[in-house]
C-alpha cells in the first residue's frame, strides 16, 4: 500500500522541474484550512479516452490493463484538443505534473494519493471500478502525500507538511480533513507509510530531510485521528522507515541506515503494540542490499522488497513471524547488469503475493515490471507489453480478486499519474 522510497528521487525531479516552470495554475479551491472538498470534472480537462486496446471487445483477461480515464487537475490540459500545456521552458514539461504514490481499497471504493510536482501540493483520486479515477481535490502546497491505508470506514494519508509530518483523513474517499496533533508538531519530520492494525493504524518515517542522515520514527493511533510517537530507541538513529506492515505475527517496519545518497546496511524492526520497537539481528542475508517495501501476505506472512546497493538486481526476503528472515534464491528475472531495478511496491495477491517497480535501462523513460509469487520463493515476471512503457509503479494494494498499482507515466517531462488493473486471481500458482 505503499510506496514513499522514491519520494527522494521525485523531490529532485521536481525541483529540476519548477526551477523552468512558470507558477502553478490556481488549484481547487478548499473550503478551509483542514478541509478539502469533492471535486466535480474539472472545467476545461479532459480525460483521456479509452484506446482500441483497452475497448471492452479487445480485453484480454489475462492480461494487465492500464486505467483509461485519470481525471487530471484543472489547467492539465487544453479544452480543444487534450493537448498537454506546455511551459516556460516548453516543450519539455507540462502546465501540471501528477503523480501517484500511494493506494489503498475500502467500503467507499480505491483510493490514491499522490502530489503535485510543481507547488508540491497533494492530491487525491476514487474510482469505483480501477479504470475510472476521479480527481479529488487538491491539498495545500508543500503537503505531499507519500501513503494511504484504511480501516473500518476511515481513510487515513500521510506524508510531509512543509517541514513537518502530515496526515489527513476521509469517511467517503473524496472529502479529507486534516488531522491536529502534538505528535506532528516537530521539524523536520517525514511520514513515508502507513498500514492499518487492529481498528486503528500504524505510521513509519523518519526525523530529518531527504538527503542527510535521519533518525527513523514511527507512530500509532486508535483510529487515525490520535496519534502517540513510538519510543525513541538506539536503532533508530541513523535510519529511515520505508515501509510498515502489519500481520498475526505482530508489526514489522523496515527502512535503511545511513544517508539517503549512500545507503547503510538495510534494517528490519518488529513491534507487538507500535510503541516499543526492537531491531531484527539477522547476519548477513541483508548485506548488500536495499529495503524498500513490506507487506502481510496469508499464504507466507511477510514478504520485504528492494534492490542490491548497485541497483541492478531486485531482492525479496520472506518470514513467518517478522523475526527469522530467508533470501529469495537469486533468479535472472530480477534484472541484469546495466539494468537499474527498483522494487517499489508489495502487496497479497488472491493465494500469493505481487511485487512491482521500474526498470530502467540507462534510457530517459523507464519501464514497468511485475513479478509474482505462490510462496515467496519460485517468481514469474508478468511478460513486456505496451502498457508497462514509459511507465513507473509506486505502490500496490489487493482489491477483490485483483491487485490495483499505481504510479505515473511519462517521466521526466511530463508526469502523469497513472494506475493499472491486474487479471483475476493475481498472484496465484
Known sequence: ??????????????????????????????????????????????????????APASIDPSAWLRAPNIEQPDGFMTPQTGVVITRGCAPCHPAIDTLMTGVTAGPAGLVAVGWVLQ??????????????????????AQSLLSAVAVNGGRYVAVGRDGNGATAWTSTDAATWQKVTSPVFSASPLRLTSITPWKGGFVAGGYKGNEFFSADAALWVSPDGLTWKQATDSPSFHDAR???????????????????ADTPGPPIIWTSKDGLSWSRVLEGRIFDGGRLRAVASVPSIGFVAVG???????????????????????????????GIQVRMYAVTAGLGGVVVAGTLDAGVQYGEAAIWT?????????????????????????????????????GAPDAYQATAWLSPAGAGQP
Open 1 to 54: 500500500m505503499t510506496r514513499a522510497t522514491a519520494a527522494t528521487l521525485v523531490v529532485v525531479v521536481a525541483l529540476l522541474v519548477s526551477a523552468c516552470a512558470s507558477p502553478a495554475p490556481t488549484a481547487t479551491p478548499i473550503a478551509s484550512p483542514t478541509s478539502v472538498p469533492v471535486a466535480s470534472a474539472p472545467a476545461g480537462s479532459i480525460a483521456p479516452a479509452p484506446s482500441a486496446s483497452t
Open 119 to 140: 507547488d508540491f501540493s497533494g492530491a487525491s483520486w476514487r474510482s469505483t471500478d480501477g479504470s475510472t479515477w476521479t480527481f479529488t481535490g487538491s491539498f495545500p
Open 307 to 337: 534492490e542490491d546497493l548497485k541497483g541492478d538486481t531486485g531482492i525479496m526476503w520472506i518470514s513467518k513471524d517478522g523475526r527469522s528472515w530467508q533470501r529469495t534464491p537469486a533468479d535472472p528475472i530480477f534484472g541484469r547488469v
Open 241 to 259: 522507515v520505508w515501509g510498515v506492515a502489519a500481520g498475526p505475527a505482530g508489526l514489522v517496519a523496515v527502512g535503511q541506515t545511513g544517508p
Open 373 to 409: 509469487s505462490s510462496d515467496g520463493l519460485a517468481w514469474k515476471r508478468v511478460p513486456d507489453g505496451p502498457e508497462f512503457l514509459d511507465n513507473e509503479v509506486n505502490a500496490a494494494t489487493a482489491w477483490n480478486d485483483k491487485v490495483i498499482l499505481v504510479g505515473d507515466r
